[in-house]
């Protein structure tokens, strides 16, 4: 499977950015926009993983968060 590390973002942010891909898509270009409810911030792409190396980043992962601060972003421009 192919698996990436993301944080997630604001409703407010991902609602701004849904509007913008509704505005962009007005253009004909040939792109495959991802669905609102999917928006994220991708942190680092894995690539192909097994499904027991996604139980090791999940483990992982959860502890790391566990462990930090949230993070603060701004969308500033695209």
Do not use: C, Y
């Given at each position: 499977?192919?698996?990436?590390?993301?944080?997630?973002?604001s409703?407010?942010?991902?609602?701004?950015?849904?509007r913008?891909?509704?505005?962009?898509?007005?253009?004909?270009?040939?792109?495959?926009?991802?669905?609102?409810?999917?928006?994220?911030?991708?942190?680092?792409?894995?690539?192909?993983?097994?499904?027991?190396?996604?139980?090791?980043?999940?483990?992982?992962?959860?502890?790391?968060?566990?462990?930090?601060?949230?993070?603060?972003?701004?969308?500033?421009?695209?």
């Open positions: 499977m192919r698996a990436f590390l993301a944080v997630e973002i409703e407010a942010a991902r609602s701004a950015l849904a913008l891909q509704q505005d962009l898509a007005q253009s004909a270009a040939d792109v495959k926009w991802t669905d609102a409810h999917q928006l994220h911030v991708t942190m680092k792409f894995l690539g192909e993983i097994t499904n027991a190396q996604r139980l090791i980043v999940e483990r992982v992962a959860a502890s790391a968060a566990e462990r930090l601060a949230p993070i603060r972003m701004r969308l500033d421009a695209l």
